[in-house]
């Protein structure tokens, strides 16, 4: 038996200009239509409580920017959802007698799209997806959810650097910490050993974010990843099927 071709998820909806919420649903159609298997959608949550989609929160009050029940609505029936979460929450909600911000997020989800099926979830938090885990572990929900290793270092002095992507390089202990099912990674620390690492330890590897034809064409072999999110799907559909 062959292996599965990688899957394709669109990073299409997480602009912060002026057309956002326009811009963000356009893409989203566009993508459907060209064939992405996923969505992915940066998601944020305003002082107010309500989950936007948006990488970065604008300064501008004035910038519109697409709400996340939304988009959800726009995804169910038609496509998976790549819900990759952009913030954490206070420590305190993250005791038992609380729920984080990151579980609401995902439970509007599972109830809007009817089920946890085609639904995955991102973040660089291991706190966020411990928390993740552990509430769907305890409902028995088979969730998806991926450590995103590759985050940036900026700001952080030579040896907090180096640590950090130490750490990434040979994910064992933040791996288990989080209980990740699914590894995120950026394709250049891919490359380097992480994918002999998920390989090895049988976890489904989501590849980010490529979008050039050389390297798209290299992760889109059968077995190479089991997703990859790219900037430009239609490209990494082309090259998926060539």
Known sequence: MGKSPVLVSAHRCGAGDDKAAENGLRALHASVEMGADYIEFDVQRLPDGEFVIAHDLPHDDGVELLGYER??????????????????????????????????????A????????????????????????????????????????????????????????????????????????????????????????????????????VDDGPHLRSWLRPGAAWMVTSNHPRLALSLRTS
């Open 110 to 209: 599972i109830d809007i799209l009817g089920g946890p099926e085609r639904i995955v979830v991102t973040t660089n938090h291991v706190h966020s997806v411990r928390a993740l885990r552990d509430w769907a572990d305890r409902r028995g929900i088979s969730l998806k959810v991926g450590l995103s290793l590759g985050r940036s270092t900026k700001g952080m002095s030579w040896s907090e650097s180096l640590a950090v992507r130490r750490g990434e390089l040979f994910p064992d202990r933040i791996m288990a910490s989080s209980g990740a099912n699914v590894v995120c990674v950026h394709h250049a620390l891919a490359t380097l050993n992480v994918a002999r690492w998920a390989r090895a330890n049988g976890l489904p590897m989501l590849v980010w974010t």
């Open 71 to 108: 988009i959800l609505r726009a995804v169910a029936g038609r496509v998976g959802a790549h819900i990759d979460l952009k913030f954490d929450s206070p420590e305190y909600l993250y005791d038992d007698s609380a729920l984080p911000y990151e579980v609401d997020a995902v439970r509007t």
